[in-house]
Each structure stands twice: as C-alpha cells, then as structure tokens.
C-alpha cells in the first residue's frame, strides 16, 4: 500500500499536481470508481492549467449527477477524447463554469457535440432558444450554458483568440436581444409607444469582447411610424409630444433590460451594461432620439466620444434605427481629426489612462499599465482616425483587423504589424485566461504563485510556468511599449526616405496629413526637415532614421512640435560630421530625449544651444546638468580674461562661459520640470527648482561681472599707462543681491571704490568712474546672447548722482541724507565682486543704515506703504492686467517682497536672522520669529514662488523677457506645460494662477497695509 501510494503520489507530481495528498483522496471517491485506475484520465488532468482544481471540479460534478447519468459521464470521458479534453479543460481554467455545472450538472451535454466548422455554434440555438423567454434566471442559465462550449473551445486550442473573441461578442448581442425581448413582454405598452435600438460600442461593438466585461451600449428612440406620416416628418407639437412619450417608454425599457443582465441572483450574473459612453456620459438622459444624439454630436462631443464611436455597431431592438444611427454618425468619426484640439484631446486622454492607475497596480495592470492592451488599441485607433478620412478600408471596428487593413495600405509596415499582432494576442489571451477562472472583470495579472502557475499553464507552459509566463509577458509588453512609439511615426521616415517596398510605403500626402494630426502646424517644413535629416545611404542618414520615430514623438508631446523638429535639425546640420554626436543620442536614450524637451520648449535654450551645439554633450551625463559653483565660474572667467589680448576678446570669452551656464541652467531646468526623462523620478519641487535656478544664474552673473570688471580695469590701466589709482567693488542689489534671480532680471548694482593711500582723490574718482564706464560699455556691446543689462539706478540721488562713489562719500551720504527707500533697497545689497576687504566694509557702513536699531518708525513705515501704492498706479505698464502681472500685479512679486521688507525694516535689529537678502529665507526667518503666521508665510512664499516661475516661463518659452503671460496660443501653451498644467488647459493655468496670487493679496492688504 506504501509503495503503491509513494508510486501515485509520485505520478501525481509528475502530472502537475500541487497537492499529491488531496488529489489521491480525490482519486480515491466513490463516484470515481470506475475511472480513478484509467491512466488516459490522469494524462487528461495533467494537460489541463489547474490539474488539481480539474479533479476537484470532476468530483464535484459526478457527485452532483444521478447514479445512471454520471456513469454516462465518465463512460464518455474515457472513451471520448474530445469531450475529455474539453471538460477537464474548462474544469481546470475556471473555477466559475465549475460551480455552475455543479447548480446544473445536466449542462455537461452542451460539451458533447458542436460543429467545427460552424463559426458561432451554439449561439444561434441560445438565442432562437430565448426568443420567447419570460425569465431572466433562464436567461442567466442558458448565458452560462452557451459560454460552457465557447470556453471549452477556447482552452482546448480549437478557437483562436479573434474567434473566441467574436464568439462572446455574438453571445452578447444575443443576450441583449433576450434581455430587450424579456423587458418588452413585460412592458408591451412601453414597447407599443417607441422604436428603441441598442448600439453596441467598445469591445462589443467591435466584436472582440471579452469572458468578462461592461457592455457598453448607447440607446436611440423614436416614436413607431405611422402608415400615414413618413420617417423624417416636419417637426411640429404632436410630433414632439410623440417624441417625448418614446423616449420616456424607451428609458424605462432601456433600463429593465440593463437590470436584467447586471441583476445578481441565486443563478449569479451576466455582467454589467455600460450606456455611460453616451452624450454627457452618467449626467446625460439615458435613451435620447437620433436628432438629439446629432445634435449633440455636432455641438459638444470631445474627441474620445467619436474614437470610441469607431466601434458602434446596432446590435439589438430596431434594426432600420440602429442603421440610421451608424450612416449619420460614421461620416462625423471620420472627420475628428480635423478638429481643432484633436492632438490636445488624445495627449489628454493618454495622460488620464496612465494617472488613473493606482500605483500599487502599475505592475501588474495588462489592460492599462505600459506596454499593455490599452497602448495597442489606442495606437491603431489613433491611426484608423487621422487614415481613415480618406481610406474607407480601414474602419473596422476590430483592433487586429483594423491592424491588418492598416499594413496592407502601407500605413504599417508589416513587420511591425506581425509583432504587435502576436503582442495583442499574447496579452489578450492572458486576460482572457484571469477573467476565465472565476468570471470576475479583472485585468490584473495575480500576484500569487497559484494564480500565476494556472495562468502559465493556461498559456501552454509546462515546465517552468511562473518563470517563462513573466518573462513572455514582459518580453510582449515591451514589444508594445516600442511599436507603440514607433507605428504613428517610422512611416514618416518612409515617406520620405523612399524605405520599403512602394506596398509597405506611406505616401507623402499621407504622411503630411499624419503630420498635421500630431499638431505639427506647417507639415510640409516638417517634411522637408525629415528628408534632410533621413535621406540617403549614409551611415548617419540610418543612424537618424532609427532616432526620429521616437523624437518626433517627444515633439510632438510638447507645446510647439514644429520648433522641435527645427532646433533637431539645426543642431544635426551643426553636429551631424562629429563623432560623437549622433553616437551620443542613439546610445545615451535619456540623452536624445533630454534634446527633444530642451528644443521643443521654448525659444531660450534652443537658440543658446544654436550658438553653442557643443553643449548637447552635457545632455548625456547624469551630472552635466547640474550648476557650476559661483568660485568655480569666477575661476573660469578670470582665467579666460587673462588669456584675451583685447577687451573685446575677454569679453568674448566671459559671453561663452555665460552662453553654456545659461544653457546648463535652462536645460536642467527644463528636464527637472518636466521629470519625464528615463532617469528622472519626476517633476521637481517647484520651490526647489526656483531656488536652483537663482542661485545659478547669480552665479554666473557674478562672474560675468567679476570677469567684465577684470577686462575693465586692464583697459583702463593699459590706457593710462599706470597702475589705477582706487581699489574697486561691485555690489549687488535687488533680486541680484538676493541670488533670486530670474532669467531676464537685469543686474542692479552699486559702484564703491577707495583711494589707494597717498593717490590723489579725483584721479582715483575718475579712474574708478572709467572703469565702470568700460565695464558697462563692455557688457552693452552687441550680441545675440540674451543681454546682461547692468542698471546702477539704486546709487544715492539715482540716475543725478555719480555713478562711482567712494566709500566716504556714501558714509556720509547715508548719514546726512538718506531716504526710508533707500534703507529698504539696501536690505539686498552685498558685495559680488572686486575687492573684497571693501565690500565687506561696505557692507558693515550700510548695516545701522538697512537695520535701523529702533525700528522703522511710524513715519517710515507711511512712507513705505505711500511709495508703494504709488508705484502700483503709476508703473504698471499701460493695458496690463494687475490680476496676471507677475511682478506688479496684484499678489505678485512686488507685494510678498514689500511685505517681507517691512517685516525686516521694523524687526531685523533686534531679530538677527532676518538680516539675509533672499526674501524667502527672510520670510521663513519671520515666521521663524513668530512675525508672521504660518499659514500667511506659506501663501505669500507660493505666489512668489509661482510669479518667478512665470517669469522665468516666458523668457524659456520667448526668448526674451517678460512680466505677463503670451498672447500668442502656443506660447501660453508652452508656458501652461512649464507650470504643470496638462495640454489644453492654459486657461485653468490662468484661473489658478490669479487664485493663488489673489490669497496672497488679501495677505498683503492685512499685512502691509493694515499691519
């Protein structure tokens, strides 16, 4: 008996059992006698995806069945192969059909027989079975019974995927057809008042549905004809009150029918019936008349509305209807893509897929996840809407023949086709395997070793099922993940390119028109900029080719697509005979998609990069976005001046420094914004980034001075023939003194020098004045680099006093004269280059002067607020908003900066830490100090941070500075991206913006004003 067992439950293991124990109980039934010796059966069992749960099933069902029938069962399943298989292999793929043949153990009949060669056998007998049928629990039962014999063909090998597929569609439109025939005996007055049709859509539409799974239908009414008025009569009040009465009878059989298929009884439930794809979605009326849904159509339905109109087909209630329905709606799918925010929409509509995600899901999603059914359907629905304007034989409603059409007219080249073909099967079967086994509307791959090893030996795999399951399924999804990319773009290539056979080629004009549907807005430069790019034999012309289906997807996910592709080319044309370069974005991917995001985002890096192509170099290390140090820079700059043998060439060379840094800082920017780059984690703080690009463009501002200020002096000396006279320092004022620096912000300073001892006073003066002179003349000189505009205005007296004064000289000025702004303008000064003994006593003269010991006064602190309601009136630029002023209006720069000044005027002698010149750091300090409430300090720091961030927004996007967001669409678009905001919603950009700045105002007003 020991080695008899020891021999089985070896056997048992063998055949695939997981638990030997169990099933040799099992085996060892009553009601297996006559079979549990046959060895065919445990080879039968052993071939199934679950060998155990089959047993169990088996058992299950032979208990449930009386004496002289199970005999009959087991009688045939050794004897018959084909019913063999078919049993065990429901019984070991789902544990649902089990339980139903236990409920209905007679149903096993249903997997005796069926024709082979009939395409849906057993459908037409389910549904001519249920023509008369008054009970929905019949109907649950005979649903059941059908889906025995599909699943049965399904795992056996007999049906393929599109076959099944269809199949479950036709038990679909079947079983609507009963629900709707139930609901009408039930209600034949309410089917007397209308003609009600069903219009499947989604999967049941296109008849690839599948085991579980919403069926999403739209209802159309109308009143029944009368034999003495035609279809289409005028309308008039009787015919409005009849269309009125047929939608109300329509809705209430509408929704018995869907209750009859969603209903859960004792007999469980068929699934769900979706109608939330129809006009307004869950908001909208249930059943509308044809003229309403045209109506609706025409006027307000988004681009996914007409995409997932590509499937709609009638499939149940009145026919004639149901085809008026589809011939008036076809000819406006075809035409989305025409509209105006069609590329806007469908960017939308990917990034609402991927969000809606939960995290924990990502991995496991085979539906929506990356590289997952959701990237294929979604690829070549996209194709079908922008090819199918003009090709009528690519509107199928089915996903693989849509495929196949779409490569037979050369919009697919049919390698790629193959792939993704053998992709959308692979996964497609895999859902259908998880949703198999316990009729459940899943898309997540288990996560448990069972689940997973039913699912591996469900999909064929033997040996090693968990194993080799993950790694097809991932070596599948990343297949996706590719051609995804690839399908909507490779072909431009081939238009241009003359690639391929003429079969497998996709036309010019065909490509154009792809061109213009990505929201490229001139598709013929487009083209012209691909032919020269990809033309030719060349081995860089084949390096291109492999890199622009991906870039051109990464342009054409930004703002301004037709900018991206013409900074890659100009770059290419400046780049293209270096080695490196092309090497660089094939072998480096975060590289090639760092370039696509710097040129398609704006104006500023790419005319930067333009002047110096070299700095696509920085693009692939993972540090070469990162900011230089201030000392590092100044050592640069110094070192270059000193190398230059005129004041124009030093200059030449500080400009240079400063060209790459301002890109290094942009790009970076840029990358860490958008953190959607391979590498990156994600966007970036915005805080943090405000604060990193501040202090790098203070940086390599005071470099640039540090290195004009060198070449300044040495013209100077050179020119007078002696050494100068005065020591010199440059201090930094406003933003710049405050390292707050946006991209455009002029450089505020102050001029102090001292008498070297023994030199006479005006001599000094005078050579101190021309070196200031030179420094500014230098900096002014023309250039295309963005200019570094070097304003002295805050001197005492302004634009009447000198512009150089000795340290003396503003000594006694501060004492005698000065002025309650000037104090405040002081409160950002610090020395940023020159002598640096004399700027640190500077610095020292101005502390009594900036940090008064007793506060400001009452006085002051009048004159303050005078000053600033006078520049609110007066300086803000005529026709401006003060809502969206980023630096004046209302809640923006000027107001949280005042704010945090008088804050320092009135406590920074007495409160220590409030003596910095960065306003945020200062604004921390005050609440720090318990100055200010926290939650006033986090308004006023998020409308600073944000206003800087527009600033800076508008001169990455412009090229040029600015205070107020861009009138032209695509700029403010591009400006919207900058900020967070999804494409298509600059107007929310602006809405939230002046929210935000709008609480920081009433901050303001409490604060400053009444404070």
Request: glycine share 8%; aromatic share 6%.
């Given at each position: 008996?020991?080695?008899?067992?020891?021999?089985?439950?070896?056997?048992?293991?063998?055949?695939?059992?997981?638990?030997?124990?169990?099933?040799e109980?099992?085996?060892?039934?009553?009601v297996?006698?006559?079979?549990?010796?046959?060895?065919?059966?445990?080879?039968?069992?052993?071939?199934?995806?679950?060998?155990?749960?089959?047993?169990?099933?088996?058992?299950?069902?032979?208990?449930?069945?009386?004496?002289?029938?199970?005999r009959?069962?087991?009688?045939?399943?050794?004897?018959?192969k084909?019913?063999?298989?078919?049993?065990?292999?429901?019984?070991?793929?789902?544990?649902a059909?089990?339980d139903?043949?236990?409920?209905?153990?007679?149903?096993?009949?249903?997997?005796v027989?069926?024709?082979?060669?009939?395409?849906?056998?057993?459908?037409?007998?389910?549904?001519?079975?249920?023509?008369?049928?008054?009970?929905?629990?019949?109907?649950?039962?005979?649903?059941?019974?059908?889906?025995?014999?599909?699943?049965?063909?399904?795992?056996?090998?007999?049906?393929?995927?599109?076959?099944?597929?269809?199949?479950?569609?036709?038990?679909?439109?079947?079983?609507?057809?009963?629900?709707?025939?139930?609901?009408?005996?039930?209600?034949?007055?309410?089917?007397?008042?209308?003609?009600?049709?069903?219009?499947g859509?989604?999967?049941?539409?296109?008849?690839?549905l599948?085991?579980?799974?919403?069926?999403?239908?739209?209802?159309?009414?109308?009143?029944?004809?009368?034999?003495?008025?035609?279809?289409?009569?005028?309308?008039?009040?009787?015919?409005?009150?009849?269309?009125?009465?047929?939608?109300?009878?329509?809705?209430?059989?509408?929704?018995?029918?869907?209750?009859?298929?969603?209903?859960?009884?004792?007999?469980?439930?068929?699934?769900?019936?979706?109608?939330n794809?129809?006009?307004?979605?869950?908001?909208g009326?249930?059943?509308?008349?044809?003229?309403?849904?045209?109506?609706?159509?025409?006027?307000?339905?988004?681009?996914?509305?007409?995409?997932?109109?590509?499937?709609?087909?009638?499939?149940?209630g009145?026919?004639?209807?149901?085809?008026?329905?589809?011939?008036?709606?076809?000819?406006?799918?075809?035409?989305?893509?025409?509209?105006?925010?069609?590329?806007?929409?469908?960017?939308?509509?990917?990034?609402?897929?991927?969000?809606?995600?939960p995290?924990?899901?990502?991995?496991?999603?085979?539906?929506l996840?990356?590289?997952?059914?959701?990237?294929?359907?979604?690829?070549?629905?996209?194709?079908?809407?922008?090819?199918?304007?003009?090709?009528?034989?690519?509107?199928?409603?089915?996903?693989?023949?849509a495929?196949?059409?779409?490569?037979?007219?050369?919009?697919?080249?049919?390698a790629?086709?193959?792939?993704?073909?053998?992709?959308?099967?692979?996964?497609?079967?895999?859902?259908?395997?998880?949703?198999?086994?316990?009729?459940?509307?899943?898309?997540?791959?288990?996560?448990?070793?069972?689940?997973?090893?039913?699912?591996?030996?469900?999909?064929?795999?033997?040996?090693?099922?968990?194993?080799?399951?993950?790694?097809?399924?991932?070596?599948?999804?990343?297949?996706?993940?590719?051609?995804?990319?690839?399908?909507?773009?490779?072909?431009?290539?081939?238009?241009?390119?003359?690639?391929?056979?003429?079969?497998?080629?996709?036309s010019?004009?065909?490509?154009?028109?792809?061109?213009?549907?990505?929201?490229?807005?001139?598709?013929?430069?487009?083209?012209?900029?691909?032919?020269?790019?990809?033309?030719?034999?060349?081995?860089?012309?084949?390096?291109?080719?492999?890199?622009?289906?991906?870039?051109?997807?990464?342009?054409?996910?930004?703002?301004?697509?037709?900018?991206?592709?013409?900074?890659?080319?100009?770059?290419?044309?400046?780049?293209?005979?270096?080695?490196?370069?092309?090497?660089?974005?094939?072998?480096?991917?975060?590289?090639?998609?760092?370039?696509?995001?710097?040129?398609?985002s704006?104006?500023?890096?790419?005319?930067?990069?333009?002047?110096?192509?070299e700095?696509?170099?920085m693009?692939?290390?993972?540090?070469?976005?990162?900011?230089?140090?201030?000392?590092?820079?100044?050592?640069e700059?110094?070192?270059?001046?000193?190398?230059?043998?005129?004041?124009?060439?030093?200059?030449?060379?500080?400009?240079?420094?400063?060209r790459?840094?301002l890109?290094?800082?942009?790009?970076?920017?840029?990358?860490?914004?958008?953190?959607?780059?391979?590498?990156?984690?994600?966007?970036?703080?915005?805080?943090?980034?405000?604060?990193?690009?501040?202090?790098?463009?203070?940086?390599?501002?005071?470099?640039?001075?540090?290195?004009?200020?060198?070449?300044?002096?040495?013209?100077?000396?050179?020119?007078?023939?002696?050494?100068?006279?005065?020591?010199?320092?440059?201090i930094?004022m406003?933003?710049?003194?405050?390292?707050?620096?946006?991209y455009?912000?002029?450089?505020?300073?102050?001029?102090?020098?001292?008498?070297v001892?023994?030199?006479d006073?005006?001599?000094?003066?005078?050579?101190?004045?021309?070196?200031?002179?030179?420094?500014?003349?230098?900096?002014?000189?023309?250039?295309?680099?963005?200019?570094l505009?070097?304003?002295?205005?805050?001197?005492?007296?302004?634009?009447?006093?000198?512009?150089?004064?000795?340290?003396?000289?503003?000594?006694?000025?501060?004492?005698?004269?000065?002025?309650?702004?000037?104090?405040?303008?002081?409160?950002?000064?610090?020395?940023?280059?020159?002598?640096?003994?004399?700027?640190?006593?500077?610095?020292?003269?101005?502390?009594?002067?900036?940090?008064?010991a007793?506060?400001?006064?009452?006085?002051?602190?009048?004159?303050?607020r005078?000053l600033?309601?006078?520049?609110e009136?007066?300086?803000?630029?005529?026709?401006?908003?003060?809502?969206?002023?980023?630096?004046l209006?209302?809640?923006?720069l000027?107001?949280?900066?005042?704010?945090?000044?008088?804050?320092?005027?009135?406590?920074?002698?007495?409160?220590p830490?409030?003596?910095?010149?960065?306003?945020?750091?200062a604004?921390?300090?005050?609440?720090?100090?318990g100055?200010?409430e926290?939650?006033?300090?986090?308004?006023?720091?998020?409308?600073?941070?944000?206003?800087?961030?527009?600033?800076?927004?508008?001169?990455?996007?412009?090229?040029?500075?600015?205070?107020?967001?861009?009138?032209?669409?695509?700029?403010?678009?591009?400006?919207?991206?900058?900020?967070?905001?999804?494409?298509?919603?600059?107007?929310?950009?602006?809405?939230?913006?002046?929210?935000?700045?709008?609480?920081?105002?009433?901050?303001?007003?409490r604060?400053?004003?009444?404070?």
């Amino acid at each position: 008996m020991q080695g008899r067992r020891s021999s089985t439950f070896t056997r048992l293991l063998r055949h695939g059992f997981t638990d030997p124990a169990a099933a040799e109980r099992l085996l060892d039934a009553d009601v297996l006698t006559a079979v549990r010796a046959d060895p065919v059966l445990l080879e039968a069992l052993g071939a199934t995806a679950d060998p155990d749960l089959a047993l169990l099933g088996l058992v299950r069902l032979a208990e449930a069945l009386e004496p002289a029938e199970r005999r009959t069962l087991l009688d045939t399943v050794t004897t018959a192969k084909p019913l063999r298989d078919r049993l065990l292999g429901v019984l070991g793929a789902s544990e649902a059909l089990g339980d139903h043949l236990v409920r209905h153990p007679a149903d096993w009949h249903a997997l005796v027989t069926y024709e082979a060669a009939d395409l849906h056998p057993g459908v037409a007998e389910f549904e001519a079975g249920l023509s008369t049928a008054r009970d929905p629990d019949a109907l649950r039962v005979a649903y059941r019974r059908c889906l025995l014999g599909i699943a049965a063909r399904d795992v056996c090998g007999t049906s393929d995927l599109v076959r099944t597929a269809a199949e479950l569609a036709d038990l679909a439109t079947a079983t609507l057809r009963a629900a709707l025939a139930i609901a009408t005996a039930e209600a034949p007055a309410d089917a007397a008042a209308c003609r009600l049709s069903v219009i499947g859509m989604g999967k049941c539409g296109g008849h690839e549905l599948n085991y579980v799974s919403d069926v999403d239908v739209v209802f159309v009414a109308e009143p029944p004809i009368q034999p003495e008025q035609p279809a289409e009569a005028p309308a008039d009040p009787a015919r409005q009150q009849a269309e009125t009465a047929a939608v109300q009878a329509a809705t209430r059989l509408a929704a018995r029918m869907m209750r009859i298929c969603s209903d859960t009884t004792a007999e469980g439930t068929i699934w769900p019936v979706d109608a939330n794809l129809r006009p307004e979605g869950k908001n909208g009326p249930l059943v509308r008349t044809l003229a309403s849904h045209l109506a609706y159509y025409r006027r307000w339905a988004k681009t996914w509305e007409f995409q997932a109109l590509l499937k709609a087909r009638p499939v149940a209630g009145d026919a004639a209807l149901g085809a008026e329905y589809t011939a008036a709606i076809q000819p406006m799918v075809w035409q989305a893509a025409e509209r105006e925010h069609f590329v806007t929409d469908v960017q939308e509509m990917r990034r609402r897929v991927v969000d809606n995600i939960p995290a924990a899901h990502v991995d496991r999603e085979l539906k929506l996840g990356p590289g997952g059914l959701r990237d294929v359907e979604f690829a070549v629905q996209l194709l079908q809407l922008v090819h199918g304007r003009s090709d009528a034989e690519l509107r199928s409603g089915t996903t693989l023949t849509a495929l196949a059409e779409l490569a037979a007219g050369g919009y697919v080249g049919r390698a790629d086709a193959a792939a993704l073909d053998a992709a959308y099967r692979f996964l497609r079967l895999m859902e259908h395997r998880i949703q198999l086994h316990k009729l459940r509307r899943t898309h997540l791959v288990p996560d448990d070793e069972a689940g997973l090893r039913r699912l591996g030996r469900g999909l064929g795999f033997r040996s090693e099922p968990v194993e080799r399951l993950d790694r097809e399924w991932r070596r599948h999804a990343r297949e996706v993940r590719r051609l995804h990319e690839k399908l909507f773009y490779r072909p431009l290539l081939d238009a241009v390119a003359q690639l391929g056979t003429e079969e497998s080629r996709l036309s010019t004009a065909a490509a154009r028109e792809r061109l213009q549907a990505l929201g490229y807005a001139d598709p013929a430069a487009a083209m012209r900029h691909l032919e020269a790019l990809a033309s030719g034999v060349s081995r860089k012309a084949a390096i291109q080719r492999t890199l622009l289906p991906v870039l051109l997807a990464w342009f054409a996910d930004s703002a301004d697509p037709d900018a991206g592709l013409l900074g890659f080319r100009k770059v290419s044309d400046a780049l293209g005979r270096t080695p490196w370069y092309l090497r660089l974005l094939r072998d480096e991917g975060a590289a090639a998609q760092r370039l696509a995001r710097v040129l398609s985002s704006g104006r500023l890096a790419p005319d930067l990069l333009m002047r110096a192509p070299e700095a696509v170099a920085m693009l692939g290390s993972p540090d070469g976005l990162a900011p230089r140090g201030h000392a590092a820079l100044e050592q640069e700059v110094l070192a270059a001046v000193g190398r230059a043998e005129t004041p124009e060439q030093a200059i030449a060379a500080v400009r240079g420094v400063r060209r790459r840094e301002l890109f290094r800082t942009a790009a970076g920017d840029l990358i860490d914004t958008y953190g959607d780059d391979e590498e990156s984690g994600g966007p970036a703080d915005p805080s943090v980034l405000v604060d990193r690009v501040g202090t790098a463009v203070f940086g390599l501002t005071s470099a640039t001075i540090a290195g004009a200020l060198r070449a300044a002096v040495r013209a100077v000396t050179d020119r007078d023939a002696r050494p100068l006279p005065t020591r010199l320092a440059v201090i930094a004022m406003g933003r710049f003194g405050g390292r707050e620096l946006a991209y455009g912000s002029d450089a505020d300073v102050l001029f102090v020098h001292e008498p070297v001892p023994g030199a006479d006073p005006d001599r000094a003066a005078r050579a101190a004045t021309a070196v200031a002179d030179e420094l500014r003349r230098l900096l002014q000189v023309p250039t295309a680099d963005p200019p570094l505009l070097v304003d002295a205005d805050l001197r005492p007296e302004g634009k009447s006093g000198p512009l150089v004064r000795s340290l003396a000289s503003y000594e006694a000025y501060y004492r005698r004269w000065s002025q309650v702004w000037e104090s405040q303008a002081l409160l950002r000064a610090a020395p940023v280059a020159g002598d640096a003994d004399l700027g640190e006593r500077f610095t020292a003269l101005i502390d009594p002067v900036r940090y008064p010991a007793a506060g400001l006064d009452e006085d002051g602190v009048r004159e303050i607020r005078r000053l600033k309601a006078r520049m609110e009136s007066e300086r803000m630029p005529r026709g401006a908003d003060p809502t969206t002023h980023a630096k004046l209006g209302r809640g923006g720069l000027s107001d949280v900066e005042w704010t945090v000044q008088l804050i320092q005027l009135r406590h920074a002698a007495r409160v220590p830490a409030l003596r910095t010149t960065g306003t945020r750091r200062a604004l921390a300090a005050a609440q720090a100090e318990g100055l200010i409430e926290a939650a006033d300090a986090a308004v006023l720091d998020e409308a600073w941070v944000l206003a800087t961030r527009v600033r800076n927004a508008v001169m990455l996007v412009r090229g040029r500075p600015g205070d107020t967001f861009p009138g032209d669409s695509r700029e403010l678009a591009a400006v919207a991206r900058y900020l967070g905001h999804p494409a298509g919603h600059a107007g929310d950009m602006l809405d939230d913006y002046r929210r935000r700045t709008r609480r920081a105002r009433a901050v303001v007003e409490r604060l400053f004003y009444e404070g």
